[in-house]
Antibody, heavy 124, light 107 residues
């Protein structure tokens, strides 16, 4: 079935780095845009980053721009998020999510598949 | 950036009630809106996209409406499994902002 599975979370000190991975299966990964969304403990959802299917066009939330890098390896069906210069406020569950397109008169791009998430804790 | 504001932030209701959650955009976004349900400890689940299109497998008691700047998610007759937090999200534009969430609790 269609699924995405995150890994790579853990505890890291402020200023440190971490790389998250997301393994995709059950769909044509190379044709799908992919997102990272995070959720701090007890808080709401925060969109983090997006990468188009071909890997060249990337978008970031202002809160992570210049510190986080989204990338993908379509040969491995894997999405990545490199987290650098981490801050305590980056502590969150990080979700990998697949984008779907619906086309009628207009096209709509929405998230239809979510992983279970991986926890990142930034603490000294 | 486009902001999404949900109301109310908290909602207390009973099984069988009809409830409505509102999401307002800071500028017109046509029908570029989705709704998600999230239960504690779980990932969000897509309910509705393109403002009013029900995702496959989602019960028909859920419906969405609106366009421009004001949108609503309606649950026609609350079931026990519907008590959760609901989020709206902007589609197509970046950043893909989420509303702050509406927590639906049992009265």
């Amino acid at each position: 079935q269609v699924q995405v599975v995150e890994s790579g979370g853990g505890v890291v000190q402020p200023g440190g780095s971490l790389r998250l991975s997301c393994a995709a299966s059950g769909f044509t990964f190379s044709r799908s845009g992919m997102h990272w969304v995070r959720q701090a403990p007890g808080k709401g959802l925060e969109w983090v980053a997006f990468i188009r299917y071909e890997g060249h066009n990337k978008f970031y939330a202002d809160s992570v721009k210049g510190r986080f890098t989204i990338s993908r390896d379509n040969s491995k069906n894997t999405l990545y998020l490199q987290l650098s210069s981490l801050r305590p406020e980056d502590t969150a569950v990080y979700y990998c999510a697949k984008e779907e397109e619906y086309s009628s008169y207009y096209s709509y791009y929405y998230i239809d598949v979510w992983g279970k998430g991986t926890m990142v804790t930034v603490s000294s | 950036d486009i902001q999404l504001t949900q109301s109310p932030s908290f909602l207390s209701a009973s099984v069988g009630d009809r409830v409505t959650i509102t999401c307002r955009a800071s500028q017109g976004i046509s029908s570029y809106l989705a709704w998600y349900q999230q239960k504690p400890g779980n990932a969000p689940k897509l309910l509705i996209y393109a403002a009013s299109t029900l995702q496959s497998g989602v019960p028909s008691r859920f419906s969405g409406s609106g366009s421009g700047t004001e949108f609503t998610l309606t649950i026609s007759s609350l079931q026990a499994e519907d008590f959760a937090t609901y989020y709206c999200q902007l589609l197509n534009f970046f950043p893909r902002t989420f509303g702050q969430g509406t927590k639906l609790e049992i009265k």
